[in-house]
């Protein structure tokens, strides 16, 4: 009987718990039937909708350490031939070069060449741009000077030598790498010696890829053309100033020393540029250094040869030698005096008029001393009539020379052409 009421005591709670929204909802059973699973492979009917919905009573899956090894990443190689090409591709111009060429040289003995690219419209704008391998492409490490120059390898060297000639000057300077870095080193410059014979690097056209064949730097013998070549040193130099400044070393910035004091022919034994470009030459004499680029400048403006109206007292002398060149109503006699002996000196009719300088020869003479005058007979009948002469120094110099007058008061006009 007490189990009778405990129950209905605690029925009758419930009920009134749950009338008052405390109890919570219990869910009710359906109807609807579970949708049928699809089979592998089996298509999703059409017009159905997948619904995901996370699974709470799967565990996540542990994914096990694999015990197989695995190769490592290999890092792609770049192939120089490859990267070149394209280089080269991009660096072709379709302006009109005098130099669009390249070069390929080992500098570093790594089997890899460098790239020398050597582009130009002119001398005067030519450039060598050199390149080499580094792991991410082409790297450009460095920008010579090209004009009137030319790239030679070094057999058994990992170096390579750039010489550039031009107007009687030379150097010569050696290239090769270190740690990545260029290094140059002049090992030669004169001014006035023979060049040396190199054989040059093998050049191809920036279009041209049978260049990118290259299979080791080539053979040469121009290490032997270095240790054999000859220079003219020691020499002889006539300096015909007496006031020629000496000083201790080759450089204004040197201290002075005297003056070679005499005109005369003297012995020149090493020679040296300065920071200026001026070459200096060391006496034998132990003197100290002059500086030949100012000699040959004060030589080159005195004139080796004058012209003036022949005097009186010349012609009754007779200590000369004489020329016909017109013997006209309107001739007259010209001295020309050389200070120095010339050569294979000749004499032309010349109209200015016409820019014609060379219109007829009219005298051949094989040797015009210092010591002896030539008088000549001529005549200048017309405005910008002119004689042209021609001869060579005792230098080896040539020299044109233009004789007229002033058309006012026949003075007459000579100078150098």
């Known amino acids: 009987m ?4 405990c129950f209905l005591t605690a029925l009758a709670l419930c009920l009134s718990l749950w009338g008052c929204g405390l109890m ?19 298509a999703a009917p059409t017009g159905a909708t997948e619904e995901t919905r996370p699974t709470e009573t799967e565990p996540p899956t542990r994914t096990e350490p694999s015990t197989e090894t695995q190769p490592p990443e290999t890092e792609v190689q770049l192939r120089w031939e490859d990267v070149y090409a394209l280089l080269l591709s991009n660096l072709s111009s379709s302006i009109p070069m005098l ?4 070069y390929l040289y080992d500098l570093d003995g790594d089997n890899s060449p460098e790239l020398f690219v050597k582009q130009g419209t002119c001398e005067a704008d030519t450039m060598i741009e050199l390149y080499t391998m580094a792991p991410a492409g082409a790297e450009r490490i460095a920008t010579l000077g090209g004009s009137h120059s030319m790239l030679c390898g070094l057999s058994g060297q990992n170096a390579c030598l750039l010489a550039t000639g031009h107007q009687g000057h030379e150097s010569i300077t050696k290239l090769s790498l270190r740690n990545g870095q260029l290094q140059q080193e002049l090992i030669y410059e004169a001014y006035g010696e023979e060049y040396h014979q190199f054989t040059g690097l093998p050049g191809y056209a920036l279009s041209q890829r049978e260049g990118l064949r290259w299979n080791g730097n080539p053979t040469d013998q121009n290490q032997d053309v270095l240790d054999n070549h000859k220079t003219r040193l020691p020499y002889l130099l006539r300096i015909p100033f007496a006031d020629q400044s000496v000083f201790s070393g080759p450089s204004y910035d040197e201290r002075f020393v005297q003056t070679v004091e005499f005109a005369g022919t003297y012995t020149i034994v090493e020679e040296q540029y300065d920071w200026e470009g001026n070459l200096w030459g060391k006496l034998k004499s132990g003197a100290g250094w002059v500086d030949l680029t100012d000699i040959q400048y004060r030589i080159d403006l005195a004139a080796p040869i004058s012209a003036n109206y022949a005097d009186r007292p010349l012609l009754e002398s007779g200590a000369y030698d004489y020329a016909c060149l017109d013997s006209s109503e309107y001739s007259f006699s010209v001295a020309f005096r050389a200070y120095e002996t010339l050569y294979d000196v000749r004499f032309y009719v010349a109209n200015l008029a016409m820019d014609d300088l060379y219109s007829r020869e009219v005298f051949y003479l094989e040797r015009l001393s210092a010591d002896r005058p030539l ?6 009948p017309m405005d910008l009539s002119a004689y042209t002469i021609c001869f060579t120094d005792s230098y080896g110099y040539s020299h044109t020379f233009i004789l007229t007058d002033n058309g006012r008061n026949n003075a007459l006009v000579f100078y150098e052409y």
């Open 2 to 5: 007490k189990r009778l009421l």
């Open 24 to 42: 919570p909802e219990l869910p009710l059973p359906t109807s609807e039937e579970p949708e049928p699973s699809t089979a592998p492979g089996t």
């Open 99 to 102: 130099y669009n060429e390249y």
């Open 375 to 380: 008088v000549a007979e001529l005549a200048l």
